[in-house]
């Protein structure tokens, strides 16, 4: 069985590149590399199938574990943020008055919005500075700033 293994090997990093080479996520090429190195060791004279299949979890696991975090935090660089993202932290004036029960309108710059209170409690009235702090699909979410 141990002179056909690498059949086994070559089989499982091909479908495992496939599926990779399918979808955007990271899903299946610790399992490519974890099969390549099982290739790489079945080439070696006497060695049992059992150990390359240890060895096969033993890389996988090693290079989910050791790569994802790198290539997580690389790949979530690439968020493009739209241009509704740079309203928050923008000041404006409510026109219309805001409680979680009856959305409001708030104005920035020459553009108004409706607009919900960040907390449920708080009502703000017309008039009253506020800030952006999030987004609700075509809603800002806002909150009363103190005056000083």
Known sequence: MEQY???VWLA?????MVI???????????????ALVSLIISFIPEVAWWIEVIVFVVV???????????????????????????FIGKKG?????ISMLKPG????????????????EITIKENE???????????LIVKKVEEK
């Open 5 to 7: 293994m690498w059949i």
């Open 12 to 16: 499982l990093f091909l479908l495992m």
């Open 20 to 34: 990779e080479a399918s979808g955007p996520a990271l899903v299946s090429i610790w399992f490519a590399v974890g």
């Open 60 to 86: 996988s696991v090693a290079a989910l574990l050791a790569i994802r975090p790198i290539a997580k935090k690389y790949f979530k660089r690439n968020i493009v943020r739209t241009n509704i993202d740079s």
């Open 93 to 97: 004036y409510v026109i219309e008055d």
């Open 105 to 120: 309108a708030v104005k920035i710059g020459d553009v108004s919005w409706t607009a919900i209170p960040v907390s449920e």
């Open 129 to 139: 500075i506020i800030e952006v702090v999030a987004l609700n699909g075509n809603k």
